[in-house]
């Protein structure tokens, strides 16, 4: 008996593979600080509780395959205050923006049909892609230019006439970068002359900082029915437990295709979609708290980077992640050392190298993704934990 090809081709998570060790530490008595994770220690909005504890029903039944009305009506009002209008025929309630990344792909290409990702990338997009049949051609973007798009060529370049579709994600992980109007503009265009739909990841929306300006791909006007924008409650309100994304689409021949996807997965889950739906009383007061809370994060820990000697990076401006350059040449043995053989007064930290965000063999070598999801003491201590673990490191290995 033989499992899959399309299974055995797939891989297990590049972030997940270092939990054993950090498990070990913890068991040996080392506190691990997670730089590793983008799961926010921000407390979810008791909105959301309040809602499931006044359920009444007596039976947890399938919900409508579209997702509830509430909930729907809740984005709708929440697209609004962004300057979004959408009908409820817009949005498909999926579990969670995995789901719904992945229904994009399953919609949209056949299989042996490519997507082209700016690289370095979110990694589960390549599972993703793998379960979808689809091949992903990632064109390059540097930490020297913060991952902005510089080069329409590169772009073009790995445009094969099997495209379908470009997956952006935007503000992105692992980069951090927000792009501007001027590229958003630029890859719609590109996606116009080369018949392309546009997948866009926009999880992390509400986490711009200082004066950047976050530009939807859904304000091109002129793109709309090529556009299936993926959103989550996730990142939002530090609701990753509650599973609640959705697909916002346009295109009504899309939209209602998404229909055999969702009918056939039955519903999301009930409690959580009431949960959600009440997320839209939350207080704009408590996305601005969150968003001014990660951006001190995001200038402790850039600040502390950059004062390591021999470490680089640019400073990002949106989600919380920052790509740094070490000065090492294998930062996944890095890491596992760090984990393993290495402590600051009985303390360590957790990083994720950053080679598993890169589809281009070789690249990623020498560069870790820190997330900012601990608090602002906390990154601190994490700083002077890597600054001594790199000094200790380079007695012991190059
Ligand atoms: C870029 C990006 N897209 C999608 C997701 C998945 O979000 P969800 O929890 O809504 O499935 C993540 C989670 O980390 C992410 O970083």
């Known amino acids: 008996m033989n499992i899959s090809k399309r299974i055995d081709n797939m891989t297990f998570s590049e972030i997940r593979k270092f939990i054993p060790y950090s498990d ?24 959301f509780f309040e809602a499931i504890k006044s359920f009444e029903g007596k039976t947890l039944k399938y919900e409508n395959s579209h997702g509830i009305k509430e909930l729907i009506n809740s984005f709708i009002k929440y697209y609004k205050s962004i300057n979004i209008n959408l009908d409820k ?3 498909l309630i999926t579990n969670g923006a995995s789901e719904g990344i992945l229904f994009a792909l399953l919609t949209l290409c056949d299989f042996g049909d ?85 997948i866009v990841d926009e999880v992390y929306r509400e986490f711009v900082y200082g004066e950047e300006k976050f530009t939807s791909f859904m304000y091109m006007e002129d793109v709309q029915d ?25 295109n009504k021949l899309v939209s209602s295709e998404f229909m055999k996807l969702s009918q056939t997965r039955l519903s999301v889950s009930s409690l959580d979609q009431i949960g959600a739906a009440k997320l839209i009383d939350v207080t704009p007061q408590y996305l601005s708290d969150v968003n001014k809370e990660y951006e001190k994060r995001r200038d402790v820990l850039y600040e502390g980077l950059i004062s390591i000697p021999g470490v680089s ?32 007064s009985n303390k360590t930290v957790m990083i994720t190298p950053a080679a598993g965000f890169y589809s281009t063999e070789g690249l990623g070598l020498d560069e870790v993704r820190l997330s900012y999801c601990i608090n602002c003491e906390d ?20």
């Not at 390549?126 to 230019?145: C, H, L, P, Q």
């Not at 090529?226 to 689409?249: F, H, P, Q, T, W």
């Not at 990002?316 to 294998?330: C, E, R, T, V, W």
């Open 114 to 198: 490519e997507i082209i990702v700016p690289e370095p990338y979110y990694t589960n997009y390549n599972n993703m892609a793998k379960m979808a049949g689809v091949k992903i051609n990632s064109f390059r973007t540097y930490r020297e230019d913060g991952f902005h798009i510089k080069s329409k060529d590169e772009i073009l370049r790995n445009i094969s006439p099997n495209t379908k579709a470009m997956l952006i994600c935007n503000p992105g992980n692992p980069t951090g970068v927000v792009y501007t109007r001027e590229e958003v503009r630029l890859l719609c265009d590109i996606a116009v002359e080369k018949d392309l739909f546009i």
């Open 226 to 250: 090529r556009i299936v924008l993926v959103d989550s409650i996730s990142k939002r309100y530090s609701a990753c437990g509650a599973r609640i994304g959705m697909l916002v689409c346009k």
């Open 89 to 91: 025929d817009d949005i």
């Open 379 to 398: 990154l601190k201590a994490s700083i002077e934990i890597l600054r001594h673990g790199i000094i200790e490191y380079k007695k012991h290995f190059k």
């Open 313 to 344: 990076c640019e400073k990002p401006s949106g989600a919380f992640y920052i790509i740094a350059k070490l000065p090492l040449k294998d930062t996944n043995h890095f890491t596992k050392w760090l984990l393993t053989d290495f402590n600051l």
């Open 24 to 47: 070990e530490a913890k068991e040996r008595g080392i506190e691990v600080y997670h730089l590793n994770i983008g799961q926010p220690d921000i407390k979810t909005p008791e909105e």
